[in-house]
Antibody
């Protein structure tokens, strides 16, 4: 069955970096667009970034553009989110999610990981 | 401030029918499909409705979605205590070139 498992969260000081991982099983990562979505404590969902199924296109929310990078390793069936220059407002649970479409990127996320908590604090 | 607008709360008694609205604009709901997510606090969101009114396998037919113009609605009939959760609408936004979410609606079953 489809499963997504995130890791890499933790506490980081402002300005530092963290890399999140999302290991996919039950499907081939390169067949689907993939997303990162975050949720600050007590707040709603916020889309962060996505990568196309062929890996050739990446898009980012304005709030993270230039600081975060989404990537994947198809040999490991793993999605990544490299987060640099972290800010207090990046504190959130980060979810990886599979796009329900196989070709175009949409807002339909059919499978989600359990999330990993990132806390940015000095 | 979320791009899509939802009421912050809704409530109903067991067996009732409740609706949750989601308002957007021509660049998102007006030109793209709407999706709904259910999130029990402390857990990951779950896809509830996709492409305006389609239910994934396993979602009861008590849940239904509709869209008209730049607005969409989620209806839950035969309300059950297990439906108590946060509900989010989402759509692709052509201007922002990415998905956008509503602020979420907390549903309480009285």
């Amino acid at each position: 069955q489809v499963q997504l498992v995130e890791s890499g969260g933790g506490v980081a000081q402002p300005g530092r970096s963290l890399r999140l991982s999302c290991v996919a099983s039950g499907f081939t990562l390169s067949n689907y667009p993939m997303h990162w979505v975050r949720q600050a404590p007590g707040r709603g969902l916020e889309w962060v970034a996505d990568i196309s199924n062929d890996g050739g296109n990446e898009y980012y929310a304005d709030s993270v553009k230039g600081r975060f990078t989404i990537s994947r390793d198809t040999s490991k069936n793993t999605l990544y989110l490299q987060m640099n220059s972290l800010r207090a407002e990046d504190t959130a649970v980060y979810f990886c999610a599979r796009d329900g479409a196989t070709v175009v990127v949409t807002a339909s996320f059919d499978f989600w990981g359990q999330g990993t908590l990132v806390t940015v604090s000095s | 401030q979320s791009v899509l607008t939802q009421p912050p709360s809704a409530s109903g008694t067991p067996g009732q029918r409740v609706t949750i609205s989601c308002s957007g604009s021509s660049s998102n709901i007006g030109s793209n499909t709407v999706h709904w997510y259910q999130q029990v606090p402390g857990t990951a969101p779950k896809l509830l409705i996709y492409t305006n009114n389609q239910r994934p396998s396993g979602v009861p037919d008590r849940f239904s979605g509709s869209k008209s113009g730049t607005s969409a609605s989620l209806a839950i009939s035969g309300l059950q205590s297990e439906d108590e959760a946060d509900y989010y609408c989402a759509a692709w936004d052509d201007s922002l070139n990415g998905p956008v979410f509503g602020g979420g609606t907390k549903l309480t079953v009285l």
